[in-house]
């Protein structure tokens, strides 16, 4: 693990104290007494903020609910979320109405409509009122690009000239380098913000494109995010068209929101779904006009329900329950949720998240605004946490969301803190229990099972026959940084012990130090 700071010389980098501790491990004959693991955390202020020596904060794991039912403290949790929304929604600058849903390991757990969905004959949402989702369309663009490259040849790191060879604009920074999927998915291709296109704009992709060759970067690529609309209709538009052979929204149809039955989601606005669509409402509560984005549609086009996009953030984080992903590979999704860029507030960007950080928790979010309606669908991965929030009229729905999590979230660690289950001790714990060579020693201490050797200990669970998991516990204000944990790579190794030649019980961690070996004496 990591030597106390506080004992070492400024100069001495990080890395080095990482090296440091692995070689210690691997020294086959050690007789040299060394600090056990507790002395060697340090405790730190809080008061500094974040940073690379600050405790890393404890996550209980999401675990199923008793009986499948939602604790009665999780929906007190709830019932506080809801007479949250409605005290905002009782506001005069509120949107007429808001439908919401919130998912938890792949279940509804909670479903909040209120207002109106038509203010003149003042009908109220249900959870499958659909509402238009604007710019949350990009996220059904994301996954569009990424099925296309889980069923084709397709890499989201190539050229955008490798499936259209007209693709071109100005580089007055002469970087001379191609404009990727990824790069325009992850907000860093530098493209402009909008269209080369009068709005709502009737063109197609080849008369975009040339527009655009007249066009500039106003920014190098991989500088800094710079959010595009330009940048997923292209992404959208010349992915189902030279892929899939097929219009964006036949495209999203077949590939996205069939497979996931989500019914009443879409770009083709026909009579029924204008019929039971939200009205949208100015800020003066003026009912808004509908209107096409043409081109435009990959950028925020689409409309949904409550009730459909659940079923969207159930799929995103099926991998991180044990379960498949409906539409993509596991690893696929999984790479979805990581962020891209981090800004110097904390914030960060991914593909196509706009994201930060809450109570510890990364939480990833994409809104959306578009005359007469806000949305914003997120998911907090290490709580396996879904959320949609829609609205048929204008708001800062970050906020919204914000306000929503910064009640609930406390308030569930603790109730998923009291579900944890406790470590699994082996059947026969005392066949394990001992001393080792070179000072190694095997005991149980308050439920634990403890490994001790070269310095350091940490609790070990039990999986099958002879085979064990590391799992260092969480010490509270003593817990070590989070950067230290994932430099020493202890967590989650597995910990074997067998028979050797003689018959003797030998303890191997052969993903730290390999050939490392300790006899039971």
Not at 245 to 258: M, P, W
Not at 271 to 290: C, M, N, R, S, W
């Amino acid at each position: 693990f990591v030597v106390d700071m506080v004992l070492l010389p400024k100069s001495v980098s990080t890395e080095l104290i990482a090296i440091t501790t692995f070689l210690m491990m691997i020294v086959t004959c050690s007789s040299i007494p060394l600090q056990p693991l507790q002395s060697l955390y340090r405790v730190h202020d809080s008061s500094r903020g974040s940073g690379p020596m600050n405790p890393c904060p404890f996550h209980p794991k999401p675990v199923n609910f008793p009986d499948d039912k939602v604790p009665s403290q999780v929906a007190d949790l709830l019932d506080q979320a809801q007479k949250q929304v409605e005290k905002a929604m009782s506001e005069e600058e509120a949107p007429a109405g808001l439908s919401m849903g919130i998912s938890y390991r792949g279940n509804t757990i909670k479903e909040i409509n209120l207002g109106y969905k038509d203010r003149s004959d003042k009908s109220p949402p249900t959870s499958d009122t659909p509402f238009r989702i604007a710019s949350i369309t990009k996220l059904f663009t994301t996954l569009l690009m990424h099925f296309a490259a889980s069923e084709t040849n397709f890499d989201i790191n190539s050229s955008v000239n490798s499936l259209r060879k007209d693709f071109k604009i100005i580089d007055p920074f002469n970087t001379y380098s191609d404009i990727t999927f990824n790069q325009i998915a992850s907000q860093q291709s530098g493209l402009p913000r909008e269209t080369p296109c009068i709005f709502p704009c009737s063109e197609n992709t080849t008369t975009i494109l040339k527009n655009l060759a007249k066009e500039r970067l106003i920014l190098p690529t991989w500088t800094r995010p710079s959010y595009s609309n330009l940048g997923f209709c292209l992404i959208g538009n010349i992915i189902a068209e030279e892929i899939f052979g097929a219009s964006f929204e036949e495209s999203i149809l077949v590939n996205i929101t069939q497979p996931l039955k989500m019914g009443l989601t879409g770009n083709k606005y026909t009579k029924q779904i204008l019929e039971k669509l939200a009205v949208g409402y100015t800020h003066d509560d003026q009912p808004v006009p509908f209107y096409n984005l043409g081109w435009d549609n990959p950028a925020g086009q689409m409309y949904s329900t409550v009730h459909d996009m659940l079923l969207l953030t159930k799929d995103i984080l099926a991998p991180l329950r044990d379960e498949h992903s409906i539409l993509l590979p596991d690893q696929m999704m999984r790479e979805l949720l990581t962020a891209r860029y981090l800004n110097s507030d904390g914030s960060f960007f991914g593909a196509p998240w706009e994201s930060w950080q809450q109570h510890s928790y990364n939480v990833l979010a994409k809104g959306g605004n578009l005359d007469g309606y806000s949305s914003i669908v997120a998911v907090v991965p290490d709580l396996q946490l879904g959320i949609v929030m829609l609205w048929n009229g204008g708001t800062n729905e970050i906020e919204w969301l914000d306000n929503v999590l910064d009640g609930f979230i406390p308030g569930f660690k603790i109730v998923l803190e009291s579900l944890q289950s406790p470590p699994v001790l082996p059947p026969n714990i005392d066949y394990y229990v001992g001393l080792y060579s070179n000072g190694a020693r095997v005991f149980e201490n308050k439920g634990l099972m403890i490994v001790q050797l070269l310095g350091f200990s940490v609790s070990i669970s039990y999986i099958e026959d002879n085979m064990f998991r590391i799992d260092i516990p969480d010490l509270k204000d003593k817990a070590l940084p989070c950067l230290f944990q994932e430099m020493l790579g202890f967590q989650d190794q597995y910990v074997y012990f067998k028979k050797d030649s003689n018959d003797d019980l030998v303890l191997t961690i052969p993903g730290l130090a390999f050939g490392l070996e300790f006899v039971k004496l």
